[in-house]
């Protein structure tokens, strides 16, 4: 940080500013700082009350009997399954549908804009029942029941539920999937920024209008791909509402099963050695950690794109 001209007469600025900053950094950080303070406890120190962020004795202990609880590696792996299949499905819907309302004219363009921002303000609660029916007996319109002994695809199985990632998947690829409304709308209000003279050049070259949005339109599109890829991974990852919903195994993604971790500790038959609420705490903390350091470490690597692409979108201001 470059210190102020002290001619300037902008002492006070500059130190009320620096608070702020700092302040303001704190409050942020204060929830990961004591995550990481109280996952790398050793179990020995737990309830040591002179200890309040360095543990006199690091161990990695809380950690794997969290991950243990938690079924972290299964967990983990099927919700990292859903956010990247989900996340590609809308990338190619959302930015083919975005595209379509920005560049083509037809007579019902203002109706599916209209209902596209129709769904961003429709909570999902709305529409909970019929969802979960929908899935729970899929059959393409009706087709399958005409056929003798086909009830559907039962993409909502209640005892294993071997397909029901599609239910992430299959709305994503349709443009309909989680937060899709507010996807297609970034994608409409970037392309219709981009100028038209591209597109007209490469029509008189001779490409037709999927090779024009293949070659042309995505290599500049690349700052709004990004903000809609880190949006979906995170909000895919996150979800809570919509995974305990069609989730109804034993098996569940990890923001529901870290929801579950007091029933989960009961049913590993480890609650009974624990003699505080405190000390079920530090394995909420630590399934805390767990979750969120997939999207941390992605975050860190694409921080800087994520903050370009943000700015050249236009979705803030």
Not at 152 to 162: A, H, W
């Amino acid at each position: 940080m470059r210190l102020p001209n002290l001619k300037s007469g902008n002492i006070a600025t500059f130190l009320f500013r620096s608070m702020l900053i700092f302040g303001m950094t704190y409050v942020f950080l204060f929830p990961l700082l004591y995550m990481l303070s109280v996952s790398l406890r050793a179990p020995a120190t737990i309830n040591d009350p002179s200890i309040v962020w360095i543990p006199k004795a690091m161990s990695l202990e809380n950690l794997k009997e969290t991950m243990g609880i938690l079924s972290y590696t299964k967990s983990a792996l099927l919700t990292l399954i859903i956010s990247v299949l989900s996340t590609l499905g809308t990338l190619i819907s959302c930015s083919l549908v975005g595209y379509g309302l920005a560049r083509f004219r037809f007579f019902e363009k203002n109706i599916v804009f209209g209902l596209v921002v129709l769904t961003i303000i429709v909570p999902p609660q709305l529409i909970l029942i019929s969802s979960f029916l929908n899935f729970r007996y899929f059959d393409f319109g009706g087709i399958l029941r005409l056929l003798e002994g086909v009830t559907g695809f039962g993409y909502i199985d209640l005892t294993e539920m071997p397909l029901t990632p599609l239910t992430f998947i299959l709305p994503s690829l349709l443009a309909v999937g989680l937060r899709g409304g507010l996807f297609i709308f970034i994608f409409r209000q970037f392309f219709s920024g981009m100028p038209k003279d591209l597109e007209e050049a490469a029509h008189i070259d001779g490409c037709g209008y999927l090779k024009t949005y293949v070659r042309i339109i995505l290599p500049l599109a690349v700052p709004a791909f990004i903000t809609v890829m880190l949006f979906s991974f995170i909000w895919h990852w996150n979800d809570y509402f919509t995974s305990a919903m069609y989730f109804c195994g034993d098996m569940k993604p990890i923001s529901v099963m870290l929801s579950n971790i007091d029933s989960l500790l009961r049913t590993t038959g480890n609650y009974g050695t624990f003699k505080s609420p405190y000390q079920i705490s530090i394995y909420l903390a630590s399934g805390s950690l767990l979750t969120i350091l997939p999207p941390l470490v992605l975050y860190m690597f694409t921080q800087k794109y994520f903050t370009q692409s943000i700015e050249r979108t236009g979705i803030v201001g």
